[in-house]
């Protein structure tokens, strides 16, 4: 018997990286009489409950009126798919004037384990005033040992979420800096003293670190060296050097007493920080520049590890800390600052830890690159640069976390998007030879000065990191917290991955992961999940099978044929197989709903759609096409080709997909892209001088940060490339043509100019690199990921740039290889810089007509470092362009002569 085990309830979670919308926020005002205080779940584990119990649910409401007011609040409840599954009565409440009513709302247990978001609609004088939101989590209790794998990072961390750390599965905390940072505990404890044995004691017994030194979880700690410049201001006016000796010895001391007194507790010390960042960004103004920051890192952190060692011979101390741009940005030859730093601490490190980050976590800000993008070849790579200076293939994950708004809902798509992301950074962390995976915020701390000024205000911006929104009590001082979807689903990740070992990576047709582990009993698991559309993966068990979805319900599968349909939340699925009976199991399964024929749509030219179809079994498909706009068309597919098929359309017709009807009655629905770029006809030849006259009430478009940036790692803000407040780069371009020639021009408004190279190696900063071509490249979804597509005689590209030796235009593929003498103009003036070129259609080798079409990209390249050699980062109208290895005409848009 078949079994369909569907995860439709996450269906609707956006899985790719694209930017986000404005988020809708957890509470909404449509009267000012009524405020809401705090809504947040009592008792249970800061939000976590077990099965069978019962949720208390307080909403705090305050009167702003002089006046009584009655009125009503209703709830309902929602599981993580958004669907309702409870209603509660309505209960009445009464405010006197200006006064404040505690309401207490009793939640029965769900029938299922999950995320459950509480809405609250609060009535008053018979008319809806606000609506609010809290949110609750239902798991299974860990039973034994938590798995120190799940750590939870120093950063705002608190003691009042203890027992929420147990209940998701935390099995280790990273102690910060005593008294907060170094600088304060200088401040704070050895200035009064005088003395760092009595220092650090006092730190000890007084601060934060007394409870967790006290609790059952593992312990490691932070020994930050960026904070010992007490008196860096004075010093840097001064123009004296960062660090004296006196820092260099307080440093040495504060580690070795540290080490020692925390012996037997503690045994692993980071020592770490974003040195990539640091020593790239031209803002980094509290540790000097560059040059000084790794000169001093280096200082720091040998006279560190020698303190450390002095105070407890056996402990390990992790080094490095990069936040991916040291890898990301040098694939050819990463690692290259990493180097240079290692190389200066010589025997003088054990381990190394990054922040394993793979582009962008501010989903406010820009898009958030998937998981999968990247981030398991950097922990590996990073594995295998510790190998290289003699230490084990071991890389600790010192930080890792997603930014959304402090106010956005509980349930709103980034909400859901983080948790899963969280759940699949868990599961590829777990693949590698990592044996810590750091969660950077538990909760932001709303009771920071700068927050109580605002007061949190619905209507301000205030970003977050926690997997849990800390509630203020300002007049109490006091703080309550309310899990995030992403607490669940680490919970479950902490449940199902615990003590597991790496077995195997299996990825199939570049959309469907699988990630095999054994248990610590042996017995094999498979975390599985699609990272495209929602997919059927059948396989045949041989024996009975334990499934659990993203939100910790479980099923029983009875041998035989399954099939899961995969998307973005992770199925965990276990059986008691010998574990290479297990891999082979899923290697031999099939993805059910893409066996037959996939296929990818876009327009061509002028009322003409190209589907691109390859049938990927080995016998001829007929299929019947259906295309809104374009009467119907029945086709031959040969056997494990790919063919190209032209269809009629009328552009007032919408169609954003094509049906497919097979003869066996399955229906295939492939998707369809209509967006064209219209070039309009200049019946009058423009002139192109630099003052863009010709350009007057023309049509154009723009490129802009953050949409805009690739590669989109150099979003993150630890880059220091952007302030994203409309101050950055961006691009004005626009296109025309007439008989002779193609127009195009770009208005790059930048601050700073930088183009140092000429000819071969315009490439290299501030320019303009596009390619046309009339070539008709597949899909690479069609054509196969691993296929390469480099620019060849096809796809003619050109730099326009203003070089030392003035205005150049260089043509790299198409043509000749060389300059050209082409029309063409460069002009800076102010932050300006006006491109403007004239291709002629003979370069081209086309002859224009209305209503053809040709495939067009561009980017501007933009450095602003003197110290570097190339621009970091580059505006993009489409992929497909930059880095020989990424160059994909079909990545272009359309082009269309009017």
């Known amino acids: 018997m078949k079994q369909i085990f569907a ?119 018979g008319k809806t005033v606000l609506e609010t939101q809290s949110a609750f989590a239902v798991v299974e209790p860990i039973t034994g040992k938590r798995d120190p794998f799940f750590t939870i990072d120093y950063n705002k961390l608190t003691d009042k979420l203890t027992n929420g750390f147990k209940a998701i599965g935390i099995g280790r905390i990273c102690l910060g800096s005593l008294g907060g940072n170094e600088l304060l505990f200088y401040s704070n404890y050895y200035k009064k003293s005088g003395n760092m044995r009595e220092a650090v004691a006092k730190a000890l017994r007084e601060g934060l670190w007394k409870s967790f030194l006290d609790s059952d979880f593992e312990l490691c700690a932070k020994v930050g060296y960026e904070n010992w410049w007490p008196r860096y201001y004075r010093r840097s006016r001064q123009g004296l050097p960062l660090m004296n000796d006196e820092i260099v010895m307080l440093c040495s001391q504060y580690a070795e007493d540290l080490a020692r007194q925390t012996m037997g507790r503690i045994s692993l010390f980071k020592c770490n920080s974003e040195i990539d960042a640091h020593v790239r960004c031209l803002d980094m103004k509290i540790f000097g520049s560059g040059v000084e920051i790794l000169a001093n890192s280096i200082i720091l952190v040998r006279t560190i590890y020698k303190g450390l060692k002095r105070g407890n011979p056996e402990a390990k101390v992790a080094v490095l800390g990069i936040f ?31 922040d394993a980050y793979n582009g962008n976590y501010n989903g406010k800000t820009g898009p958030l690159p998937l998981p999968e993008s990247g981030l398991r070849d950097y922990l590996l790579a990073t594995a295998d640069l510790s190998v290289s200076y003699k230490r084990p293939r071991i890389i600790l994950n010192a930080e890792r976390g997603y930014m959304q708004g402090y106010n956005d809902a509980f349930d709103s798509e980034l909400s859901r998007k983080i948790a899963l992301y969280f759940a699949r950074s868990i599961i590829i962390n777990r693949s590698t030879p990592s044996p810590m995976f750091t969660i950077h915020y538990c909760a932001d701390n709303p009771l920071q ?35 995030r979807p992403a607490a669940l689903t680490i919970a479950v990740a902490a449940r199902e991955l615990a003590f597991v070992k790496p077995v195997k990576e299996i990825i199939r047709n570049g959309m469907v992961y699988c990630y095999i582990f054994e248990k610590k009993d042996g017995t094999p698991m498979a975390a599985i999940y699609s990272i495209g559309e929602e997919t059927d993966f059948a396989f045949v068990s041989s024996v009975p099978m334990t499934l659990t979805d993203a939100m910790g319900n479980k099923n029983t599968l009875t041998a035989g044929n399954k099939t899961l349909r995969l998307s973005g939340a992770p199925f965990y699925l276990t059986g008691d197989l010998p574990t290479a009976d297990f891999v082979k199991m899923i290697e031999d399964g099939r993805l059910a709903n893409q066996a037959v024929v996939s296929g990818e749509g876009r327009i061509v030219k002028q009322n003409t759609i190209r589907l691109y179809l390859r049938n990927n079994e080995n016998k001829t498909k007929q299929v019947k096409i259906l295309l809104n706009g374009s009467s119907p068309a029945t086709v031959m597919l ?30 295939i ?65 626009w296109l025309g043509y007439d008989r002779e020639n193609l127009y195009f021009a770009v208005k790059v408004k930048d601050k700073i100019h930088l183009q140092r190279q000429t000819e071969e190696n315009l490439w290299m900063e501030d ?31 050109y730099a326009l740039a203003l070089s030392p030796k003035g205005e150049e235009l260089q043509c790299w593929s198409g043509g000749e290889r060389g300059k050209r003498d082409f029309t063409h103009s460069v002009k800076r003036t102010g932050d300006i810089t006006f491109y403007e070129v004239a291709i002629p259609w003979r370069e081209l080798k086309i002859i224009p007509k209305k209503g053809a079409g040709i495939r067009f990209s561009f980017i501007v390249q933009d450095n602003n470092r003197i110290t570097s050699k190339t621009g970091r980062y580059h505006l993009a109208l489409t992929g497909g362009i930059y880095g020989s290895e990424n160059q994909d005409s079909s990545l272009f848009k359309t082009l269309i002569l009017e």
């Open 7 to 125: 995860a439709a309830f996450l269906s609707f979670c956006l899985l790719t990286g694209a930017a986000q919308p404005e988020e809708k926020r957890c509470e909404t005002y449509y009267s000012h009489d009524i405020a809401v205080q705090r809504f947040y779940p009592e008792s249970g584990a800061n939000g976590f409950y077990g099965p069978g119990q019962k949720i208390p649910m307080i909403l705090k409401l305050k009167n702003r009126t002089s006046r009584q007011i009655n009125g009503r609040i209703s709830c309902s409840i929602r599981n993580f798919s958004g669907k309702i599954i409870l209603v509660l009565p309505a209960e009445n409440f009464t405010i006197v004037p200006d006064g404040i009513t505690e309401q207490t709302i009793i939640i029965q247990p769900p029938a299922e384990k999950g995320y459950f978001t509480v809405d609250a609609k609060v009535d008053a004088d």
């Open 324 to 354: 991916g741009g040291d890898y990301f940005n040098h694939l050819d030859k990463p690692f290259p600052i990493s180097r240079m730093f290692l190389n200066g601490l010589g025997a003088n490190f054990d381990l190394l830890c990054i």
């Open 449 to 483: 000065p700068w927050r109580r000024k605002n007061r949190l205000d619905n209507s301000k911006r205030t970003n977050d990191m926690g997997i849990w929104k800390n509630l203020p009590d300002y007049e109490n001082n006091k703080e309550f917290y309310v899990p």
């Open 767 to 797: 320019m303009v690199q596009f390619v046309l071509t009339a070539r008709d490249l597949p899909p690479k979804s069609i054509r196969g990921k691993t296929i390469l597509t480099p620019f060849g005689k096809d796809e003619y590209c």
């Open 669 to 733: 629905v492939i998707p369809v892209n209509t967006e064209f770029i219209k070039v309009p006809y200049f019946a009058k030849k423009p002139v192109l001088d630099g003052s863009g006259g010709w350009l007057t009430n023309r049509p154009t478009g723009q490129l802009k940060t953050p949409d805009d940036i690739w590669p989109k790692s150099e979003i993150i803000p630890e880059a220091g490339n952007f302030k994203l407040d409309g101050t950055d780069i961006y691009a004005d371009y």
């Open 638 to 667: 040969p056997a494990g080709q790919i063919r190209n098929i032209d269809l009629p359309w009328k552009q007032q017709k919408a169609v954003s997909k094509a049906v497919l009807n097979l003869k066996n009655g399955k229906e």
